[in-house]
């Protein structure tokens, strides 16, 4: 399974961003991490396989959507009124698992990663 991320570049405070991550094969459950220099990968978003359930980390609730496409295997990931706190390579991933999980443990497949800066 290959995971491709992409989208990722300069914004401003303020504007919008949609990430995109296309995966080779397979529905299953999809998530969105980040990571930022010097900090450990957090979780950002995950969806369920029918794309019915999502869940959010509470630093951007309300702000980002994901959604996800299964006819075209790809998952987004909609940033909007980013601040330069979202700054960071976010990295899409795959779970196999049946329910909604937060934990880096809890994805087995991991695309390379797309860099995201806000700044003005």
């Known amino acids: 399974v290959q995971l491709q991320a992409s989208g990722g570049g300069l914004v401003q405070p303020g504007d919008s961003l949609r990430l995109t991550c296309v995966v080779s094969?397979?529905?299953?459950?999809m998530g969105w991490f980040r990571q930022a220099p010097g900090k450990e990968r957090e979780f950002v978003a995950a969806?369920?396989?029918?794309?019915?359930?999502?869940l959010y980390a509470d630093s951007v609730k309300g702000r980002f959507t994901i959604s996800r496409d299964n006819a075209k295997n790809t998952v987004y990931l909609q940033m909007n009124s980013p601040k330069p706190d979202d700054t960071a390579v976010y990295h899409c991933?795959?779970?196999?698992?049946?329910?909604?999980?937060?934990?880096?443990?809890?994805?087995?497949?991991w695309g390379q990663g797309t860099q995201v800066t806000v700044s003005s």
């Open positions: 969806i369920s396989r029918s794309g019915s359930s999502t």
């Open positions: 094969r397979g529905t299953y459950i």
């Open positions: 991933a795959m779970s196999p698992n049946w329910n909604l999980g937060q934990s880096t443990h809890e994805y087995d497949y």
